[in-house]
């Protein structure tokens, strides 16, 4: 069984005072069903498992009266061999999209101390115009990942000692023992071109079978294009498909702005952005949005026609090649002795920064920006901001120099800057210098 980061934070909902219908929300194959089952079935007496993509017909449970008792006494007849206890049974709502009266239900079944209540689901977001009343304010959510790099080298058989030394490095001052750092290199390439689908990594661990986690990672991609034509509305549902299917090309450009006319000659917002809304809104892709100006607040800055379009998990992105690419970013030696072929070279910093930004919203880090002045001559992969303002953080797939961000830096407004490389720690100045898998801790 994998280890996974949301079993914690379900541990932790069922033990708020108060707390209300919890919605693990997230894209499609993320387990979300299985992370959630084993939390159930460990944690209360009494589970009520609906799916209602498995089984259509439990819908009629919530097509009348939505009060609890009603519900409850639906759901107990459609599962007479399940016991009932009072204060210490979970009603899991899986597959919830599929159910929108399901969704409305929650605001009043939170209100039912007899029992707690979970729903899961993918594209909820989508969801909104078929809800006759959204539950606002009377449940909590929970977004669900695939594997983060930390939760791989889990599965890897990492253990948590080894990860808390590598923590003790993040502020860039020590460098960290060389035999350590290549190791981690290897395993952050495994996870390039592995991703953290479970299904994926199931596969790949414990023979790492490439082959097999390639075969699998293909599924998962034939499938998500037959989600898109399933759940899209008719209007969307091919320029939705033709969007995904751009993404490996967009970042293939020296400025992975996405445009519209790589994914139909002349193509444009008008036509395409709701499309890319869609992926968005179904968790398969995320935005991060340019900015005119360094400067605090980053949205008062953003240009909301010019962004970057990156999908929530690196896998999806990488399968889209041919297997030897994938042997090639493996082979470190190999990338370092030998002339780069033209697809590496082309695809090699846009993989990088894919990963980067799906490594930064695993850690909760969210609406990202990145920088690209007029003429071109600096440019700053993702902005952040905290307590010390606007971070600038360059991703760099080797050891080149940072011109951009050493630029950026001389900033009056910008007290520090990462760059996150293949190489090791230091701090020049202003510049903390980190090896790429320390974004894990970021």
């Known amino acids: 069984?994998?280890?996974?980061?949301?079993?914690?934070?379900?541990?932790?909902?069922?033990?708020?005072?108060?707390?209300?219908?919890?919605?693990?929300?997230?894209?499609?194959?993320?387990g979300k069903t299985y992370a959630i089952r084993a939390f159930a079935y460990s944690a209360y007496e009494s589970v009520y498992e609906l799916n209602f993509l498995e089984r259509p017909g439990l819908t009629r449970i919530f097509s009348g009266d939505l009060n609890p008792d009603t519900v409850l006494a639906g759901i107990r007849?459609?599962?007479?061999?399940?016991?009932?206890?009072?204060?210490?049974?979970?009603?899991?709502?899986?597959?919830?999209?599929?159910?929108?009266?399901?969704?409305?239900?929650?605001?009043?079944?939170?209100?039912?101390?007899?029992?707690?209540?979970?729903?899961?689901?993918?594209?909820?977001?989508?969801?909104?115009?078929?809800?006759?009343?959204?539950?606002?304010?009377?449940?909590?959510?929970?977004?669900?990942?695939?594997l983060d790099f930390e939760e791989f080298l889990w599965a890897a058989g990492i253990d948590g000692e080894i990860l808390e030394m590598l923590r003790s490095y993040r502020d860039g001052t020590r460098p960290i023992p060389d035999g350590i750092h290549q190791a981690m290199m290897r395993y952050l390439r495994q996870y390039l071109v592995i991703g953290g689908m479970p299904d994926t990594v199931n596969a790949f661990f414990p023979e790492y079978d490439y082959k097999a986690a390639d075969e699998v990672q293909r599924r998962i991609y034939q499938d998500y294009?037959?989600?898109?034509?399933?759940?899209?509305e008719?209007?969307?549902?091919?320029?939705?498909?033709?969007?995904?299917?751009?993404?490996?090309?967009?970042?293939?450009?020296?400025?992975?702005?996405?445009?519209?006319?790589?994914?139909?000659h002349r193509g444009t917002a008008q036509k395409f952005l709701s499309s890319v809304e869609w992926l968005v809104g179904a968790g398969m892709a995320d935005m991060v949005l340019n900015v005119t100006t360094i400067e605090y607040p980053l949205k008062a800055f953003e240009v909301a026609e010019q962004f970057r379009l990156y999908p929530t998990d690196i896998g999806m992105l990488i399968c889209t090649?041919?297997?030897?690419?994938?042997?090639?970013?493996?082979?470190?030696?190999?990338?370092?002795?030998?002339?780069?072929?033209?697809?590496?070279?082309?695809?090699?910093?846009g993989l990088y920064e894919a990963l980067a930004a799906e490594m930064l919203w695993k850690r909760g880090i969210k609406n990202l920006h990145f920088y690209r002045n007029t003429p071109g001559t600096v440019e700053m992969e993702f902005l952040l901001e905290g307590g010390d303002g606007v971070v600038p953080v360059e991703i760099k797939a080797g050891s080149n120099k940072s011109r951009s961000l050493n630029t950026i830096l001389e900033m009056d407004t910008i007290s520090k800057g990462y760059k996150f490389a293949d190489q090791n720690a230091g701090v020049t100045g202003k510049k903390i210098t980190l090896p790429l898998y320390m974004l894990m801790f970021f």
């Open 77 to 146: 007849l459609s599962f007479p061999e399940t016991k009932f206890e009072s204060g210490n049974s979970l009603l899991f709502l899986d597959e919830i999209q599929a159910c929108p009266h399901a969704v409305t239900a929650l605001k009043f079944l939170g209100q039912d101390p007899r029992f707690d209540v979970i729903a899961s689901g993918s594209a909820l977001g989508l969801l909104h115009g078929q809800v006759s009343s959204w539950p606002v304010g009377q449940v909590e959510y929970l977004h669900m990942h695939s």
């Open 234 to 264: 008719p209007a969307v549902r091919l320029k939705a498909q033709s969007c995904w299917q751009s993404i490996p090309l967009q970042l293939t450009k020296e400025n992975h702005k996405f445009q519209y006319s790589m994914v139909e």
């Open 321 to 349: 090649y041919d297997f030897s690419l994938k042997q090639a970013l493996l082979s470190e030696d190999r990338e370092r002795t030998q002339t780069e072929s033209i697809v590496i070279k082309t695809a090699k910093g």
């Open 1 to 30: 069984m994998l280890k996974r980061k949301v079993l914690q934070a379900l541990s932790e909902w069922k033990q708020k005072h108060g707390k209300k219908p919890l919605i693990v929300e997230g894209a499609r194959q993320v």
């Open 225 to 232: 294009m037959a989600d898109i034509a399933h759940y899209a």
